[in-house]
């Protein structure tokens, strides 16, 4: 079936337009140009600030001039990852979309529905001519994936609403009121490569088909992250066989669990039989640790011909992946107060050891901004042992729950009428904008919603039709259950 067959109709519309065009994080310039004429060519007041957000006004309909004036809330970039065997260029490609059964997927890449069926949703509200709603800002922020920097930069006094209904959350029997603040930390060095000695072998081993997943909302499932992981099999291999390191690469974008890591190294060829027997003996225990979260975890070691000319020293490499083996991966502490909620957590999410230098990518997410600061300071001792330097960088605040809030009581109320049944009202790990945009705007009443997004930031994310169903019909009740102004 065809994704514009789907109903409701307009979402998907736009939802599959938006899909047209790429959209990674830091390059929105087409997508936010896109946006802009859809707005102009409405007739709404149609904005942008200095960097980058787009802003859409859109008037009351008649008869509910008398509600609030409400903000709707999406983010225009998208999470670009896929699976190694897929040819795709996520700058210059839209992505490929087909139906399964109740699920929309995309062909071995990340879907976008991360924030792509919040912004649909907001452009089928503006495109409307029959959808009652009360005055609405329809705010379109950028660069949300990769450091929240478009709400960092939104300034106070831009909007007018006093309500906020980010549209970023992915269940939809949940109410979000809260959620984690992060920060980027990222630690580098170089060492002197040594010169390889001759008739040495190469091996390529290679950690694939780990689950992946979103860094904050997935990182209580325990799945795998293939940066530890592959560091777990080179240390524990190191210690029954002599090897230099040539790289190490693995990982992508901090808020994704790494799926994928690739090592290279050279060692003597007496003794590659006992090296890949000691690594085959670590990623059997491996496997059968993480069977029930990445069934589809896989190792490979090809022997290759010798093309390196130069590897890590003893000294660096043992250095390096001592300090990696210490480095806090998961779940930090779980919170107190809220049930099931994760307080602090780090992704190991991107390394890079080659020719020379060394990064290593961490994000470090908490609730509790002075636990964030401490973890991600322990973090940085690991990594200083190995003479490693660290800065931490695009920090953002926590979004503090209000179980008072009007407008969070609204929507309880409203969903519980139409379902029989009471939604999870709860703050979540993720980083939603709220936390950021409350900083400038601290009288903003805001909560967040959205449908059934399973596997967001890995090639098997995929939205729920059904879902997307319901969050609409929710989503239109919630705009004719606005307050009343003051």
């Known amino acids: 079936m065809s994704i514009t067959r789907l109903e409701p109709l307009s979402l998907w519309h736009y939802f599959n337009e938006l899909n047209r065009i790429p959209r990674p994080s830091k390059k929105e310039d087409e997508v936010r140009n896109w946006v802009i004429d859809l707005g102009r060519n409405w007739g709404f007041e149609t904005q942008t600030d200095e960097v980058g957000n787009v802003l859409i006004r859109k008037p009351a309909t008649p008869g ?3 509600k609030r004036h409400i903000v709707l809330q999406s983010h225009l970039d998208m999470v670009c990852q896929k699976n190694a065997d897929t040819d795709f260029d996520f700058d210059t490609q839209g992505i490929k979309m087909y139906v399964d059964g109740d699920w929309v997927r995309a062909e071995g890449t990340t879907l976008g529905a991360d924030n792509g069926i919040g912004v649909a949703a907001i452009l089928a509200i503006l495109d409307s001519k029959d959808i009652p709603h009360p005055a609405i800002d329809a705010l379109f922020t950028i660069d949300e994936e990769t450091g929240m920097t478009g ?28 959620c984690a603040g992060g920060v ?22 290679r950690l694939t088909g780990g689950s992946g997943g979103h860094s904050g909302m997935d990182i209580h499932k325990g799945i795998a992250n293939a940066n530890k992981l592959m560091n777990r099999l080179l240390i524990e291999s190191l210690g029954e066989t002599d090897f230099r390191l040539v790289s190490v ?20 060829p007496a003794d590659e039989t006992a090296f890949k027997a000691s690594l085959v003996e670590a990623f059997n225990a491996v496997r059968s640790e993480y069977a029930t979260t990445d069934p589809e975890l896989s190792l490979s070691c090809e022997s290759e011909a010798v093309n390196a000319t130069h590897a890590l020293p003893e000294e660096d490499q043992l250095a390096i992946l001592m300090a990696i083996q210490t480095c806090p991966v998961g779940i930090h502490r779980m919170s107190p107060d809220i049930e099931h909620l994760v307080q602090t ?26 636990e964030k600061d401490d973890h991600a300071n322990s973090i940085a001792c690991a990594f200083g042992l190995a003479g490693l330097q660290t800065e931490f960088s695009g920090s953002y605040p926590g979004w503090t729950p209000n179980p008072s809030s009007a407008i969070v009581a609204t929507m309880k109320a409203l969903y519980e009428e139409k379902y029989g049944e009471s939604p999870r009202v709860l703050a979540c790990h993720a980083g939603l904008e709220c936390g950021i945009l409350g900083t400038n705007y601290p009288d903003m ?42």
């Open 151 to 178: 709400a960092l930069g939104l300034k106070g006094g831009f909007l007018q609403g006093d309500i906020l209904l980010n549209l970023d959350t992915e269940d939809d029997d949940e109410i979000s009121i809260g």
């Open 345 to 370: 957590s780090n992704n190991l999410a991107r390394v890079e050891i080659a020719e020379g230098a060394i990064t290593l990518q961490c994000l470090c997410r908490s609730s509790v901004d002075s």
């Open 445 to 486: 009443d805001m909560v967040s919603f959205g449908p059934n997004i399973r596997g967001a930031h890995s090639p098997d994310e995929c939205v729920q039709i059904s879902s997307v169903q319901k969050f609409w019909g929710f989503f239109l009740d919630a705009l004719n259950r606005i307050p009343n102004k003051a």
């Open 249 to 268: 690469i693995g990982g992508g974008l901090r808020n994704a669990i790494p799926r994928e890591s690739e090592a290279v190294l050279v060692l003597d």
């Open 184 to 205: 980027d930390v990222t630690s580098s060095g170089t060492y002197e490569p040594e010169a390889i000695a001759d008739g040495l072998k190469q091996l390529r081993v």
């Open 64 to 66: 509910m001039e008398g």
